[in-house]
């Protein structure tokens, strides 16, 4: 079956522009995360949903990022108001909520701000 | 706090060359952990996963790791490295059950030499 698809699979933008990045999960997983990779680190946390509602929004770093994922399967992350310190590459996964904790990551968007 | 420390940013080996990768974790109940690897412009994949039983776990492409309690430490390695190993290794520590955050560490860069 198909794997978590993530599109665009790169994006260049303007300081100050909005933009979305979308996130296709695992036919049937509930659980969908969102996490954010700069360069040279590891993949951090922002966001995690079960189901339809945010689980878990701790990592979102302030009130130009929002995510939603209105149907339970595939997730928008919104930024607002670009900022050059939001270029990187923005990793979605997805896993059952049943049993162990094993996350499937897509590709990833990179994100430039320009 | 959560936290996964991969003291290595850069690794070189030879081609057939034995190898060890470290990691180092710190979590406040019993740890779930995961060795990802990741190509460039690819996703992450998961290599293995620690969660309970036989503290040594064997992974795809010929890997394993070691979980060693008494010294916080989950350390991938492989008898032999083939030139198609050269990739970026993250850990990742996590609850095993049900939807949760991982916490990955920055990740160890392996280049191998002809």
């Known amino acids: 079956g198909a794997g978590v698809s993530q599109t665009p699979s790169n994006k260049v933008t303007e300081k100050g522009k909005y933009v979305e990045l979308r996130c296709d999960p695992i036919?049937?997983?509930?659980?969908l995360y969102w996490y954010r990779q700069s360069l040279g680190q590891g993949p951090e946390f922002l966001i995690y949903?079960?189901?339809?509602?945010?689980?878990?929004d701790s990592g979102l770093p302030n009130d130009r990022f929002f995510a939603v994922r209105p149907e339970g399967s595939v997730s928008t992350l919104k930024i607002q108001r670009t900022e050059r310190g939001d270029s990187a590459v923005y990793l979605c996964?997805?896993?059952?909520?049943?049993?162990?904790?094993?996350?499937?990551f897509g590709a990833g968007t990179r994100l430039s701000v320009l | 706090a959560q936290s996964v420390t991969q003291p290595d940013i850069h690794i070189t080996v030879s081609e057939g060359a034995s190898l060890e990768l470290r990691c180092n974790y710190s979590?406040?109940?019993?740890?779930?952990l995961f060795w990802y690897v990741q190509s460039p412009g690819q996703g992450l994949q998961l290599l293995l996963k620690?969660?309970?039983?036989?503290?040594l776990v064997q992974g795809i492409k010929g890997f394993e790791a070691e979980f060693k309690r008494s010294q916080s430490s989950f350390n991938l390695r492989k008898p032999s490295v083939h030139w198609s190993d050269a990739a970026e290794y993250v850990c990742?520590?996590?609850?095993?059950?049900?939807?949760?955050?991982?916490?990955f560490g920055q990740g160890t860069r392996l280049t191998i030499n002809p």
């Open positions: 996964a997805s896993s059952s909520d049943r049993g162990l904790n094993i996350q499937y």
């Open positions: 036919s049937g997983h509930t659980a």
């Open positions: 949903f079960q189901g339809t509602g945010a689980a878990d």
């Open positions: 979590y406040g109940a019993t740890p779930y």
């Open positions: 620690y969660f309970s039983g036989d503290t």
């Open positions: 990742a520590v996590g609850a095993s059950q049900g939807a949760q955050k991982l916490v």
